[in-house]
């Protein structure tokens, strides 16, 4: 009975996580709009899950992020219907393994945080910084190690470094700190609420 209770409120806390999720891929609230530039604010509920309900729960939420990523690339993403028309399979790679990836590992970092002396507030803390400094070096990394010939041809490296360090730069730093206080709190106000 207990484990049939708790499969039940992981799955329930999972379609509410999911829901977050596409709602804010799809609506305002889930990207801040700049010159250019596509601050994300998904990774809070991605990392939100990595850590209340474990690294397969973050990779899943990671891989809806991802396939929500995908699909703002078919119009709703300039950026993304950019590289879209350069190479549908590179694009797919940059979105979608990537916030798997970043997902699964937030967990594992949390789960790792928690095996140690550490408070749990720090252990949370430091789990929900990770989140979107993960997702931006996957991110970046897969971009430019599949788009970086692409990227010179088409504007030069002389306006591809100011591109990559604007985007880790302002991208980075923003979703860094919107998670690391966000997702601290809602990660420990659901790990009180739901006594974890």
């Given at each position: 009975m207990t484990k049939s209770k708790f499969s039940t409120k992981y799955l329930v806390e999972m379609a509410l996580l999911v829901a977050i999720i596409l709602l804010m891929a799809f609506t305002p609230i889930g990207y801040i709009k700049?010159?250019?530039l596509e601050i994300t604010l998904i990774v809070i509920p991605v990392a939100v899950g990595a850590v209340t309900l474990g690294p397969a729960a973050g990779a899943i939420l990671g891989g809806v992020f991802?396939?929500?990523s995908f699909i703002q690339c078919f119009g709703?993403?300039?950026?993304?219907t950019l590289l879209l028309g350069v190479n549908p399979v590179f694009t797919f790679l940059v979105c979608v393994p990537t916030r798997i990836l970043d997902g699964w590992l937030t967990g594992l970092i949390y789960k790792g945080l928690k095996k140690t002396k550490m408070p749990s507030a720090g252990s949370v803390t430091l789990a929900s910084l990770c989140c979107p400094l993960l997702n931006t070096t996957?991110?970046?990394g897969t971009l430019v190690t599949l788009f970086a010939g692409t990227m010179r041809e088409q504007f030069g490296m002389t306006k591809v470094i100011p591109f990559i360090a604007a985007f880790v730069g302002v991208n980075g730093v923003v979703e860094a700190i919107v998670c690391f206080v966000i997702g601290t709190a809602v990660s420990m106000?659901?790990?009180?609420?739901?006594?974890y």
């Open positions: 700049t010159a250019g991802g396939i929500t709703m993403s300039a950026f993304g996957f991110f970046m106000a659901l790990k009180k609420a739901l006594r």
